[in-house]
T-cell receptor, first 114, second 114 residues
Framework: EAGVAQSPRYKIIEKRQSVAFWCNPI?????LYWYQQILGQGPKLLIQ????????DSQLPKDRFSAERLKGVDSTLKIQPAKLEDSAVYLC????????????FGPGTRLTVL | GNSVTQMEGPVTLSEEAFLTINCTYTATGYPSLFWYVQYPGEGLQLLLKATKADDKGSNKGFEATYRKETTSFHLEKGSVQVSDSAVYFC?????????????FGQGTTLQVKP
């Protein structure tokens, strides 16, 4: 079974530029999560999708971050414009259902904002 | 609100030593509890989990017991190997919300020396 795929693995941009990350969850997984992991901290949930609908985006900085999952499969997370404090690893995770049995994580995208 | 606190790292041990990484949580109700591991350059992997009080999760020689009375979920291994060197994250999921959202501790780095 293929795992959660993410691309790119690394991205370096200047502040105020835009960037987009892509995630393809495990086949058949209805629930998709985006987490932000700042160096030295645990991951923090940004947004959760159930199929193509948003379940929780309470921690998403909506003035600069956006995410979509149009067909209920893969998802894109965008930052526009980026700030220095957005430097982090962006993790995508998926699960079959939105329950408490655990999630499967992708390798992450490491973003550096200069 | 819900939160997870882990012991500060890094933890440095010699091969075959006994490992304990402390984790305590604050939650309303009885959450599910998890340990995730992040090897260098890789994504988060679920190591073990427990969904109710007194449950013991175990995998690859690691164990953790859900202690409701002390709100703890300490990770233990009887004999560590160099290959266990990684960052370990304790996390909880609030079953009442039924979203599967994970709240992580800050992570504990384990270094095992030959």
């Amino acid at each position: 079974e293929a795992g959660v795929a993410q691309s790119p693995r690394y991205k370096i941009i200047e502040k105020r530029q835009s960037v987009a990350f892509w995630c393809n969850p495990i086949s058949g997984h209805a629930t998709l999560y985006w987490y932000q992991q700042i160096l030295g901290q645990g991951p923090k949930l940004l947004i959760q999708f159930q199929n193509n609908g948003v379940v929780d985006d309470s921690q998403l900085p909506k003035d600069r971050f956006s995410a979509e999952r149009l067909k209920g499969v893969d998802s894109t997370l965008k930052i526009q414009p980026a700030k220095l404090e957005d430097s982090a690893v962006y993790l995508c995770a998926s699960s079959p259902n939105p329950d408490s049995r655990g999630q499967y994580f992708g390798p992450g995208t490491r973003l550096t904002v200069l | 609100g819900n939160s997870v606190t882990q012991m500060e790292g890094p933890v440095t041990l010699s091969e075959e030593a006994f490992l304990t990484i402390n984790c305590t949580y604050t939650a309303t109700g009885y959450p599910s509890l998890f340990w995730y591991v992040q090897y260098p350059g890789e994504g988060l992997q679920l190591l073990l989990k427990a969904t109710k009080a007194d449950d013991k999760g175990s995998n690859k020689g690691f164990e953790a017991t859900y202690r409701k009375e002390t709100t703890s979920f300490h990770l233990e291994k009887g004999s560590v190997q160099v290959s266990d060197s990684a960052v370990y994250f304790c996390a909880l999921s609030d079953k009442r919300s039924n979203t599967g959202k994970l709240i992580f501790g800050q992570g504990t780095t384990l270094q095992v020396k030959p």
